[in-house]
Structures are given as structure tokens and as C-alpha cells.
């Protein structure tokens, strides 16, 4: 006699038994720790704005970091939702979901790309303005900006693959 509220939903994609029990747990986890790092990036916004950061900063950084940054977090977050409330509450019970194509990937890799970019950007330019008589603290910006346009780079990359795949 089972004890468990999930029906055991084991089912075979090419040589390999598929749990779609462990991959829904793996989601919702996931889920939450989406909304969870949203919440922490617009908290930071929020002190960004409150601690009178604003006076010396270039435009473009409080327009980036300020309203961009939340906004792409949002649709993200809502993204992730979106595709995980179809996965494990509209299709509940068909494993056959798993197999199909998902517009997922191809929306949410380049908006996580995106925000990471400009957050590392933002993290970068505090950088530089903090310590600039410091050389090596320029070359660590520097840095720090071109891993942010390789990530985003890659992102754009993955999700044009993934669309590719999926049509």
C-alpha cells in the first residue's frame, strides 16, 4: 500500500527511464528560488533608489539597473511560472509533456542573460567608481564586463538553439 499523494509517473525517453515525480519536485524548487532571487534584486533596487544613489551616477546605470533590471526579473519570473504551471498543473498526469517541444528556453535563457548582464555591469561600474586610482581594480571591471557579454552572448546563443531544435 502507498502512502504517497503523487501518482509514480516513470516512463521511458529513448534508453532512459524519465521520473517525472523527481523532475516536478526539481521544478518547484526552482520556482521558488526564481521568486526568491526577484524579491532580492528588487529589494537592492529599492535601497539603490532610497540610499540617494543617484546623484553621481551616469544615466544609463540608473535607467539599466533601476528600472530595466526589475522589469526583465519580472517577465522572467512570470516566464518561469507560466511554463512550470503548464507543466505541472494543466498537464498533470501526462508525461508526455516532457517530450515536446517548449517555448521555455527560448524565452527565458535570453532574459536571464540579459539581467545577469546588467546586473554585472551595475557590480562593474561600482567597482570602477569606488576604486578608481586603483589599476588592477579597473582590469577587474574590465573583466567583469566582457564574462557579462560572453554570458550574454551565450544565452542569446542557447535560446536561438533551442528554438531551433524546437521547431
Known amino acids: 500500500m502507498s502512502n504517497t499523494l503523487v501518482p509514480h509517473l516513470p516512463f521511458v525517453i529513448g534508453s532512459e527511464i524519465f521520473n517525472a515525480e523527481a523532475y516536478s519536485c526539481v ?4 520556482i521558488i528560488i ?18 540617494d544613489h543617484l546623484n553621481g551616477d551616469l544615466k544609463f546605470i540608473k535607467v539599466a539597473f533601476g ?14 511560472t507560466a511554463g512550470a504551471w503548464q507543466s505541472l498543473i494543466v498537464a498533470w498526469g501526462n508525461p508526455t509533456i516532457f517530450t515536446g517541444p517548449s517555448v521555455f528556453p527560448v524565452l527565458t535563457v535570453p532574459l536571464t542573460g540579459i539581467e545577469a548582464c546588467i546586473v554585472q555591469f551595475f ?7 569606488l576604486k578608481r586610482g586603483f589599476k588592477i581594480y579597473r582590469i577587474i571591471s574590465s573583466v567583469m564586463c566582457l564574462v557579462a557579454f560572453m554570458q550574454l552572448a551565450a544565452a542569446i546563443v542557447s535560446a536561438r538553439g533551442a528554438a531551433v531544435r524546437g521547431s
Open 123 to 129: 557590480f562593474a561600474w561600482r567597482i570602477w567608481t
Open 27 to 30: 521544478q518547484l524548487v526552482g
Open 67 to 80: 528600472y530595466a533590471s526589475p522589469l526583465i526579473s519580472l517577465v522572467r519570473s512570470m516566464a518561469v
Open 34 to 51: 526564481t521568486w526568491f532571487l526577484s524579491g532580492s534584486l528588487l529589494v537592492q533596487c529599492y535601497d539603490f533608489f532610497c540610499a
